[in-house]
């Protein structure tokens, strides 16, 4: 028994450092011009305007990612209602209560406000304007709830079935948008009601797609050759999505976080399935130490809360940017990654504790 359980959080070892991944480019997406953004505060179709949209695009790999772990490990398992709203549901309910009243008075006190109240947290809970960051916590909910119908979706569908749900989301939110943005710059759109668009939210479509990297196709069908080839698309995705923002920016002459992400995340399945191949790929084939394999899921066990944490600890660590930009006399971008790091570690840090909290250790 002891055995079998040493080889399952083995083979889930990628799965800890996927989190690791995404948990870490979150960060990185709400650095805004510091480091998400910064690519636009230079001229168009420069050098570090290239190689700084490639970061902002990359990062978008995040969310997709935790939703495809979700499907990978949650769409297999059979639960009935009630221990989908008593165990799962409450969980990530009582950690956007907590969280986002943590935010709320931190964010508050951080910025001067004397109008905190009861009255105006429950409101901005409820339509989420605590933060926009934890609008995927809502998200999330909608996917525990929608996960009997999602469950008996893999229960019934075919491998085949996958591929084709692959290449109706690549055609209409990639190829299609793309197509007629760049012939028709915005003024020509088709038709909504000919989209299967419920089959490409982020609740339906990214858990399928984990569930069948994880539980349908087989890792040892990867070789070498078919792994350089995903790194590739991979790649190709997200300089598709970064010309296609560049054009945008010529077009309107506009290139801001509030209006220039459109076309950001339009082929970021490419990367996302190169990623999660490609860390699979390695955790199958690679031999960690007892060490490395405790860090690892230490660290990925800790994303939940660090994901939870870190808008408030990003903007108490402000400080940082001016040691790191002026004092240091760092790049900018290496100055924003090593930003994200600090974030990541002291929140990891303060999970870690928190975990050791009763009561609390069940929600982060």
């Not at 990925?300 to 402000?318: E, M, N, P, R, W």
């Not at 999970?351 to 009561?359: A, E, H, I, S």
Request: net charge positive.
């Amino acid at each position: 028994m002891k055995s079998l359980l040493q080889n399952n959080k083995r083979n889930l070892l990628h799965i800890e450092l996927l989190r690791i991944i995404a948990a870490y480019f979150v960060i990185f997406n709400h650095t805004s011009k510091k480091g998400f953004f910064l690519f636009s505060v230079y001229e168009r179709g420069s050098l570090p305007y290239w190689v700084y949209m490639f970061f902002s695009v990359f990062c978008k790999i995040s969310v997709p990612l935790f939703f495809m772990i979700a499907g990978a490990l949650l769409l297999k398992k059979d639960m009935d209602l009630k221990e989908i709203w008593s165990k799962k549901i409450s969980r990530i309910l009582a950690a956007l209560v907590i969280f986002t009243a943590v935010t709320y008075i931190g964010l508050g006190i951080w910025n001067g406000e004397a109008t905190l109240s009861v009255v105006d947290y429950v409101q901005k809970l409820y339509t989420n304007q605590v933060t926009v960051v934890f609008w995927y916590l809502y998200a999330y909910m909608a996917f525990l709830i929608a996960l009997p119908f999602l469950r008996a979706i893999v229960k019934t569908i075919k491998s085949v079935d996958y591929k084709y749900l692959f290449i109706l989301f690549v055609l209409f939110t990639a190829v299609i948008p793309c197509i007629e943005y760049r012939f028709g710059q915005g003024n020509i759109r088709l038709y909504g009601e000919l989209s299967p668009s419920w089959l490409f939210s982020n609740i339906v479509f990214w858990p399928l797609l984990g569930y069948y990297l994880e539980n349908v196709w087989d890792i040892k069908k990867c070789s070498g050759r078919m792994l350089g080839v995903w790194t590739l698309l991979g790649m190709a995705g997200i300089g598709l999505s970064c010309y296609m923002t560049y054009y945008m920016h010529g077009v309107t002459g506009i290139c801001d976080e509030d209006n220039s992400q459109i076309f950001h995340s339009t082929f970021i399945v490419l990367p996302c399935i190169a990623i999660y191949v490609a860390v699979k790929f390695f955790a199958e084939r690679h031999v960690f130490s007892g060490v490395a394999r405790k860090c690892i899921t230490s660290l990925g066990s800790c994303t939940f809360g660090i994901y939870l944490l870190h808008v408030v600890v990003k903007k108490y660590l402000s400080g940082l940017w001016r040691v790191f930009r002026h004092d240091w006399q760092m790049n900018k971008m290496l100055a924003a990654l090593l930003f994200c790091a600090v974030v990541f570690v002291i929140c990891y840090g303060m999970t870690w504790v928190l975990k050791k909290v009763p009561g609390i250790k069940k929600v982060v």
